[in-house]
C-alpha cells in the first residue's frame, strides 16, 4: 500500500484518539479504547476453553458439542467471549463504525502472537457481491485486512461465496450447516496449496460458516486452517433434567425380563 492510500486510514485512526470509551461512552484522556472500569471488565477468553473450537467453558478439555461433531477448523481461538459489551462492538463494527477495526485489530494481534506465529495467509469470511453491497463493506475481510498489515503475514482474497443463504440466526446448528453448504468456492489454488491458513472473522457462535469455509480450504490444498474471532459464544452448560415422579424409585423388579 502506497503512502497517499495510507492517508485516509491514518486519518481515520487519529480521529478516534481522545474521545469517548467504546464500552460506556464516557470520556478517556487517554490513547486507549476504553476506560479503565470497561477495560477490566472485558469478558477476556483466557480459559478454560475447548482446545478445539475455542468456546469457553467450565472446565478445560474438547466440549460435549466437539465430541459429538467437530469442525473442519484444526483450532479456533478467540479474544472475549460473547457478551453484552463485546456484542456491541461487533454490532457497531458489522453496521457502519468502520473505524473499531484498529480496536479490534489490536486485540487480535495479541492473540494472533500467542497461538498462531505459524500462520502463511490470512483469509478471511467471504459475502456475496449483493450482500457486500448493501452493507458497503466486509467487516471481516477489514479486520483481515488490518490485522495482516500489523503481523505481516499476506492477505489471501481467492475464495467467494458464489450464493445467498439464509439468515443464520434463526437456524440450529444442523440448519446452518445444510444453509452454508457448498456456499463457497475457491478461485486461486495454487497459493493455498502445503499452506497454513488462519480464518479472520468477528464471531463464533456454532462454528458452521469457518467450518465449512474450513472444509472448503482444505480440499483445496491447505494443509492446516485455524479460526481466529474477536468473539465466541461460550459453551452452553449441561443441565441434567431430574427424573420425572413415577420414575424417581426405579428397582430391578421394574425391568421386563428378556429372552424369556
Not at 168 to 182: D, H, T, V
Request: hydrophobic share 30%; glycine share 8%; aromatic share 8%.
Amino acid at each position: 500500500m502506497n503512502f497517499l492510500k495510507r492517508i485516509p486510514r491514518i486519518f481515520e485512526r487519529k480521529q478516534k484518539i481522545n474521545y469517548t470509551c467504546e464500552g460506556c461512552g464516557k470520556e478517556v484522556f487517554s490513547e486507549g479504547y476504553f476506560c479503565k472500569d470497561c477495560f477490566a471488565n472485558l469478558p477476556w477468553n483466557v480459559g478454560p476453553y475447548c482446545p478445539l473450537c475455542g468456546r469457553a467453558g467450565k472446565e478445560d478439555g474438547v466440549c460435549l458439542e466437539c465430541k459429538e461433531k467437530r469442525l473442519f477448523a484444526d483450532r479456533a481461538r478467540s479474544v472475549w467471549t460473547h457478551g453484552e459489551m463485546t456484542a456491541t462492538i461487533v454490532s457497531r463494527l458489522k453496521n457502519g463504525a468502520k473505524y473499531l477495526r484498529f480496536l479490534c485489530a489490536e486485540q487480535l494481534e495479541e492473540c494472533y502472537l500467542s497461538h498462531f506465529t505459524g500462520t502463511d495467509l490470512l483469509a478471511f469470511v467471504p459475502m456475496t457481491k449483493g450482500a457486500e453491497k448493501r452493507r458497503g463493506y466486509n467487516q471481516s475481510r477489514l479486520l483481515a485486512e488490518e490485522l495482516s498489515g500489523r503481523v505481516g503475514v499476506p492477505l489471501y482474497d481467492g475464495v467467494i461465496k458464489q450464493r445467498e443463504t439464509d439468515a443464520q440466526k434463526i437456524l440450529s446448528r444442523r440448519e446452518r450447516e445444510e444453509n452454508l453448504r457448498g456456499c463457497f468456492h475457491v478461485v486461486k489454488r495454487k497459493e493455498l496449496r502445503g499452506k497454513t491458513v488462519l480464518i479472520i472473522d468477528d464471531t463464533l457462535t456454532t462454528g458452521s460458516t469457518v467450518s465449512e469455509l474450513s472444509y472448503t480450504l482444505k480440499r483445496a490444498g491447505a494443509k492446516e486452517v485455524n479460526v481466529l474471532t474477536l468473539t465466541s459464544v461460550p459453551r452452553k452448560p449441561i443441565v441434567k433434567k431430574a427424573p420425572k415422579q413415577d420414575e424417581s424409585v426405579h428397582t430391578h423388579q421394574d425391568e421386563t425380563p428378556t429372552g424369556l
